[in-house]
């Protein structure tokens, strides 16, 4: 039996519909034989909105409270997901960045992830319970405040965490075709990977 991290982005969780489909997969990556991991981003364009919205209470917004404010939407979409699964008939235990042990510097908005200290998702995996993460979010070392990972931010959560628990496969679902050297909508020179390690893929994140 292997442990398997997986990644879900926003437009595959953009609704309840979708939300179900990627219930649906994860229960049959489970049933197949292996511990789950899964790491969700905030469903649809939920950030860009709240980003949005705190822009027009504050035209400068403090970095801890957008932190706060932003991390919500991650928040969101492992609950409803956890309830996805456990209406398929399967235990699902949701965590926060900082609940899953996704420790980080201090920089609100583009926190580095500098540790992992998976405690609480190990105990729910041993207990035969599929592990919701929020992506994009950590915990401060120094101040114990909530941190996000700028964009991009489940992706690095997901790889940080497959290595943490040395996971046999991370698989990151998303609306690019593979891995490239960059962002292949930003550069698009950027070159598509054959195979990276986990140590490449955090490099990149």
Same mark, same amino acid.
């Given at each position: 039996?292997g442990?398997?991290?997986?990644?879900?982005?926003?437009?595959?969780?953009?609704?309840?519909?979708?939300?179900?489909?990627?219930?649906?997969?994860?229960?049959?990556?489970?049933?197949?034989?292996?511990?789950?991991?899964?790491?969700?981003?905030?469903?649809?364009?939920?950030?860009?909105?709240?980003?949005?919205?705190?822009?027009?209470?504050?035209?400068?917004?403090?970095?801890?409270?957008?932190?706060? &404010?932003?991390?919500? $939407?991650?928040?969101?979409?492992?609950?409803? %997901? @956890?309830? !996805?699964?456990?209406?398929?008939?399967? +235990?699902?235990?949701?965590?926060?960045?900082s609940?899953?042990?996704?420790?980080?510097?201090?920089?609100?908005?583009?926190?580095?992830?500098?540790?992992?200290?998976?405690?609480?998702?190990?105990?729910?995996?041993?207990?035969?319970?599929?592990?919701?993460?929020?992506?994009?979010?950590?915990?401060?070392?120094?101040t114990?405040?909530?941190?996000? &990972?700028?964009?991009? $931010?489940?992706?690095?959560?997901?790889?940080? %965490? @497959?290595? !943490?628990?040395?996971?046999?496969?991370? +698989?990151?679902?998303?609306?690019?075709?593979?891995?490239?050297?960059?962002?292949?909508?930003?550069?698009?020179?950027?070159?598509?990977?054959?195979?990276?390690?986990?140590?490449?893929?955090l490099e990149?994140?």
């Amino acid at each position: 039996m292997g442990l398997i991290v997986q990644k879900f982005g926003g437009s595959s969780v953009a609704d309840a519909e979708g939300l179900k489909r990627v219930a649906s997969r994860i229960v049959a990556t489970k049933k197949s034989g292996h511990q789950v991991v899964v790491v969700v981003s905030a469903m649809g364009d939920t950030t860009d909105e709240l980003i949005d919205l705190a822009n027009q209470v504050s035209p400068l917004p403090n970095g801890r409270e957008l932190d706060m &404010l932003l991390t919500a $939407g991650e928040r969101i979409s492992m609950a409803l %997901l @956890a309830m !996805a699964i456990s209406n398929l008939g399967h +235990e699902a235990r949701s965590f926060t960045g900082s609940q899953a042990g996704i420790i980080t510097t201090s920089t609100h908005g583009k926190a580095r992830v500098i540790d992992v200290t998976p405690g609480r998702i190990q105990e729910a995996l041993k207990e035969g319970a599929i592990a919701i993460v929020a992506g994009f979010q950590g915990v401060s070392q120094d101040t114990n405040d909530i941190t996000t &990972l700028g964009r991009g $931010g489940s992706d690095t959560t997901a790889v940080a %965490l @497959a290595a !943490a628990l040395e996971a046999d496969v991370c +698989e990151i679902y998303t609306d690019v075709d593979g891995i490239f050297s960059a962002d292949p909508r930003v550069v698009p020179a950027a070159k598509k990977l054959s195979t990276v390690t986990y140590d490449e893929m955090l490099e990149l994140a």
